[in-house]
């Protein structure tokens, strides 16, 4: 990794994961962007749809986990 990352050992780190994992690096990575693309898109529309509809109660969010099959819900910041 470069010196200006922000982990030192983050490049260790990816391409261990990839080879832990069977994927060459370059599908370890595309496959790692395409599911943070996917979360921060989840993110957007819980946000938009808590800004129209209020924010999810705990209940709420405890069925959800549990009908992902996610276990407990851990605290989460309120959305903005």
Do not use: C, I
Request: proline letters at 6%; glycine letters at 6%.
């Amino acid at each position: 990794m470069s010196p200006t990352s922000a982990e030192p050992d983050l490049g260790d780190a990816v391409r261990l994961a990839a080879k832990r994992s069977g994927r060459g690096l370059s599908r370890w990575l595309a496959e790692a962007a395409a599911a943070k693309l996917r979360s921060e898109a989840l993110a957007n529309f819980l946000a938009a749809w808590e800004s129209e509809h209020g924010a999810l109660t705990p209940q709420e969010l405890a069925t959800a986990a549990a009908e992902l099959q996610l276990g407990p819900t851990a605290a989460r910041e309120p959305s903005r």
